[in-house]
């Protein structure tokens, strides 16, 4: 596979096309519009699924060799604010906004090489297998398409999330599970000036609960953290509520469980020893996902980096993606790295070369190195 056969010209304008493109979350239609009116005139069959707030794209390009099995190829729309007014510059080697948005490359860098490598295939006319792309909305805001996804429009066992930061050529092989959760103080309002011992102070309660149950890192496979606090009024009043928003994460379900009932007990002694009370929401975000680094789709993006003279790096993730959803509903997933820096800020970024070489990554791993995943099925 001749990586250099790239339009990167091509590439470039594609992706700032889609950054240029306002996408907040569940309000993603004219990226849709977008790549729907691509991958139509490459002749792609496109499905547009609206589920409650938002929709998914599906499209598939059947196959033309029979030594290929199915793949899946997946991204998402929607990207994080400020991203009402977007302006695009570059000077060729980088691109990036002009400060006062963020750039969107996450995901729009995957975006813009899923459409290339197609690009690639078609016109060039590379044995494949029937490819389906996944373009879902409201990843930002909790993976939510993804846990909408209609998986009936999908038959391929195995799919390339492409939404990792780190160099091209890094494969996400493990992501831990999440659970959010909510802890709401009741304390009792009283007169601070006047009577103050009649009241039950919620922040100090807090406080005594966050003492308890220490955030960071809690062992080698799991984190939790404490996003936000919110709760009190004038500084004469003893306060009477306060909520607490966080988080734990971990690779290892047992260790969840321990540490939810961990909080849980902290929750209950904080409230014991003041006389509050304290309840608990617990919501489950993800499962995690792990494949081993012997895996047939491990071995084929490592024989693909092989191909495009690419370092290989297969790593754990802290972070969650739609390779977690999609892993827990029954697809085999790695997310790959795809080019973007300083992610979620004005400040980011995306290197020209970097959307190169990832273009022709998948493009290898389409056109060449799937054919691993059918030989790993044959008995």
Same mark, same amino acid.
Do not use: W
């Given at each position: 596979?001749?990586?250099?056969?790239?339009?990167?010209?091509?590439?470039?304008?594609?992706?700032?096309?889609?950054?240029?493109?306002?996408?907040?979350?569940?309000?993603?239609?004219?990226?849709?519009?977008?790549?729907?009116?691509?991958?139509?005139?490459?002749?792609?069959?496109?499905?547009?699924?609206?589920?409650?707030?938002?929709?998914?794209?599906?499209?598939?390009?059947?196959?033309?060799?029979?030594?290929?099995?199915?793949?899946?190829?997946?991204?998402?729309?929607?990207?994080?604010?400020?991203?009402?007014?977007?302006?695009?510059?570059?000077?060729?080697?980088?691109?990036?906004?002009?400060?006062?948005?963020?750039?969107?490359?996450?995901?729009?860098?995957?975006?813009?090489?899923?459409?290339?490598?197609?690009?690639?295939?078609?016109?060039?006319?590379?044995?494949?297998?029937?490819?389906?792309?996944?373009?879902?909305?409201?990843?930002?805001?909790?993976?939510?398409?993804?846990?909408?996804?209609?998986?009936?429009?999908?038959?391929?066992?195995?799919?390339?999330?492409?939404?990792?930061?780190?160099?091209?050529?890094?494969?996400?092989?493990?992501?831990?599970?999440?659970?959010?959760?909510?802890?709401?103080?009741?304390?009792?309002?009283?007169?601070?000036?006047?009577?103050?011992?009649? $009241?039950?102070?919620?922040?100090?309660?807090?406080?005594?609960?966050?003492?308890?149950?220490?955030? $960071?890192?809690?062992?080698?496979?799991?984190?939790?953290?404490?996003?936000?606090?919110?709760?009190?009024?004038?500084?004469?009043?003893?306060?009477?509520?306060?909520?607490?928003?966080?988080?734990?994460?971990?690779?290892?379900?047992?260790?969840?469980?321990?540490?939810?009932?961990?909080?849980?007990?902290?929750?209950?002694?904080?409230?014991?020893?003041?006389?509050?009370?304290?309840?608990?929401?617990?919501?489950?975000?993800?499962?995690?996902?792990?494949?081993?680094?012997?895996?047939?789709?491990?071995?084929?993006?490592?024989?693909?980096?092989?191909?495009?003279?690419?370092?290989?790096?297969?790593?754990?993730?802290?972070?969650?993606?739609?390779?977690?959803?999609?892993?827990?509903?029954?697809?085999?997933?790695?997310?790959?790295?795809?080019?973007?820096?300083?992610?979620?800020?004005?400040?980011?970024?995306?290197?020209?070369?970097?959307?190169?070489?990832?273009?022709?990554?998948?493009?290898?791993?389409?056109?060449?190195?799937?054919?691993?995943?059918?030989?790993?099925?044959?008995?």
């Amino acid at each position: 596979m001749d990586k250099l056969a790239i339009n990167r010209d091509r590439l470039v304008r594609t992706f700032i096309d889609l950054a240029s493109l306002p996408s907040p979350s569940f309000s993603e239609d004219r990226v849709f519009d977008y790549i729907s009116e691509n991958l139509r005139q490459l002749g792609l069959s496109v499905t547009l699924q609206e589920y409650g707030r938002g929709k998914n794209l599906v499209a598939i390009l059947p196959g033309n060799d029979p030594a290929f099995p199915a793949i899946a190829l997946s991204a998402h729309a929607d990207t994080v604010g400020p991203c009402d007014d977007i302006t695009i510059e570059s000077d060729g080697d980088t691109i990036h906004t002009d400060g006062s948005s963020v750039l969107g490359g996450d995901d729009k860098t995957a975006i813009a090489e899923i459409i290339e490598a197609l690009c690639i295939l078609i016109e060039e006319d590379l044995p494949h297998g029937q490819i389906e792309v996944i373009i879902t909305s409201g990843e930002e805001v909790g993976l939510v398409g993804a846990k909408h996804l209609d998986m009936s429009l999908l038959s391929a066992k195995h799919c390339l999330v492409l939404d990792a930061g780190g160099e091209i050529g890094t494969a996400v092989i493990g992501a831990p599970h999440q659970i959010s959760c909510t802890l709401t103080i009741h304390g009792k309002k009283a007169h601070a000036g006047i009577e103050p011992e009649k $009241g039950i102070n919620a922040i100090v309660v807090a406080a005594d609960l966050i003492r308890r149950f220490p955030v $960071g890192r809690l062992d080698a496979h799991s984190v939790a953290n404490y996003g936000s606090i919110t709760g009190g009024g004038a500084s004469n009043i003893v306060p009477d509520l306060v909520t607490i928003s966080g988080e734990i994460r971990s690779h290892d379900a047992a260790l969840l469980d321990a540490h939810i009932k961990g909080l849980e007990q902290a929750a209950a002694d904080a409230g014991s020893a003041s006389g509050a009370t304290i309840d608990i929401l617990v919501t489950p975000e993800y499962a995690a996902f792990a494949v081993a680094e012997t895996d047939p789709l491990v071995t084929m993006v490592r024989e693909a980096c092989t191909t495009c003279g690419l370092p290989f790096a297969a790593v754990v993730g802290g972070g969650g993606s739609d390779a977690n959803i999609l892993a827990s509903r029954g697809l085999s997933c790695v997310n790959l790295a795809c080019g973007m820096r300083m992610v979620h800020t004005n400040e980011e970024y995306v290197v020209v070369e970097d959307l190169v070489k990832a273009a022709g990554l998948v493009t290898a791993i389409l056109a060449d190195k799937v054919k691993i995943l059918g030989n790993s099925l044959r008995p």
